[in-house]
């Protein structure tokens, strides 16, 4: 995506159609992107400082707390989305469609701890995950921000609806569970994942089942 992205006029635009701003105000798209993007660990005050030294704007903490709504991740999501949106050249979109997915993790102000709460026994008291899918054969992409304690394994069982005959799906470990592959298999879809090193395989031969030795399929002395 070009830089064109990050003019004030388009941020501005995207702020509008996700309603983060709803009318005119001192605070734009710009300035509502830099926040979430450089200010996350800081508090609605340290915001407000930032604000005053980076753009030279008077805004309190109080109107920057009215300001982190649902809408402010709207906006970010409809960013990030515009950002990755490449549509690939129609030469290099044969064959299969391949979805992949993961995730990541960060720390947010405590303040939003409620709304946002982080991971037990990761000294993150609040924090957010972003799940992200990228369709290569389209170009298309899918971002969701959850709060960071929602796990990848449940994150796998709301995709079970949208799960296509035909596409590749690839996913890390954090995703893997029987009943996922299982219904991946049901609709004559195709996954590669991570195993846990634990997990053992058995292909269904001649109506028996037989351990899989994946050291010995991939020529490889030892375990992996």
């Given at each position: ?103 990541t993790r960060f720390a947010l102000p405590e303040v939003i701890a409620e709304t946002f709460p982080g991971t037990k026994g990761s000294g993150m008291k609040a924090g957010a995950s972003v ?94």
């Amino acid at each position: 995506m070009s830089s064109e992205l990050f003019e004030p006029t388009v941020l501005d635009g995207l702020a509008r159609k996700t309603e983060a701003i709803q009318r005119k105000r001192k605070v734009g798209g710009k300035e509502l992107l830099d926040m979430a993007l450089f200010d996350g660990d800081q508090s609605f005050n340290g915001m407000s400082m930032q604000l005053m030294r980076r753009d030279g704007l008077d805004i309190s903490k109080q109107a920057l707390h009215q300001r982190h709504h649902s809408n402010m991740t709207k906006f970010v999501q409809a960013v990030f989305e515009q950002l990755i949106a490449v549509e690939l050249p129609q030469e290099q979109t044969q064959g299969l469609e391949i979805r992949i997915k993961d995730s990541t993790r960060f720390a947010l102000p405590e303040v939003i701890a409620e709304t946002f709460p982080g991971t037990k026994g990761s000294g993150m008291k609040a924090g957010a995950s972003v799940q992200f899918e990228f369709e290569i054969k389209s170009g298309k992409s899918d971002i969701k921000v959850t709060p960071a304690n929602a796990n990848d394994q449940g994150e796998s069982h709301l995709d079970k609806a949208s799960i296509q005959p035909g596409v590749l799906y690839m996913r890390d470990l954090g995703y893997t569970h029987l009943s996922y592959m299982n219904n991946i298999n049901k609709v004559k879809a195709f996954f590669i994942n991570k195993l846990c090193p634990k997990t053992t395989i058995y292909l269904l031969k001649d109506d028996q089942y037989q351990k899989l030795e994946l050291s010995k399929l991939q020529g490889i002395t030892g375990g992996i």
